[in-house]
């Protein structure tokens, strides 16, 4: 399995940006896929997630109202747009697979996503 993500970069606070998820080898429809994050010396932290089971999404209380996670399955990707980004948004920001349709909730961890791509870089600066 091999996801690839993209988008990230330098945004200013109050920015936007969009982070995009995908794989060649096979389809995230009906897949839950999870954008996870890690800032320096913390722990990754799950950011939002989309449930392959019926497309309800979580989103971590940090980012609520302001990310916005989505899946266009006739592109293959899911997409994280991130507005009015603050500089504890800095990280990299990971997205995770996983296949048996688990449902997206505040108590998902890393250790449930099997699958994971090699992450892309948000930097939050003006």
């Known amino acids: 399995v091999h996801l690839v993500e993209s988008g990230g970069g330098l945004v200013q606070p109050g920015g936007s940006l969009r982070l995009s998820c995908t794989a060649s080898?096979?389809?995230?429809?009906?897949?839950?896929i999870a954008w996870f994050r890690q800032a320096p010396g913390k722990q990754r932290e799950a950011v939002s997630c989309i449930s392959g089971y019926d497309d309800s999404t979580y989103y971590a209380d940090s980012v609520k109202g302001r990310f916005t996670i989505s899946r266009d399955n006739a592109k293959n990707f899911v997409y994280l747009q991130m507005n009015n980004v603050k500089p504890e948004d800095a990280g990299d920001y990971y997205c995770a697979q996983e296949t048996r349709f688990l449902i997206c909730a505040p108590n998902i961890i890393p250790a449930d996503f099997p699958s994971w791509g090699q992450g892309t870089q948000v930097t939050v600066s003006s």
């Open positions: 080898e096979f389809s995230l429809e009906e897949n839950t």
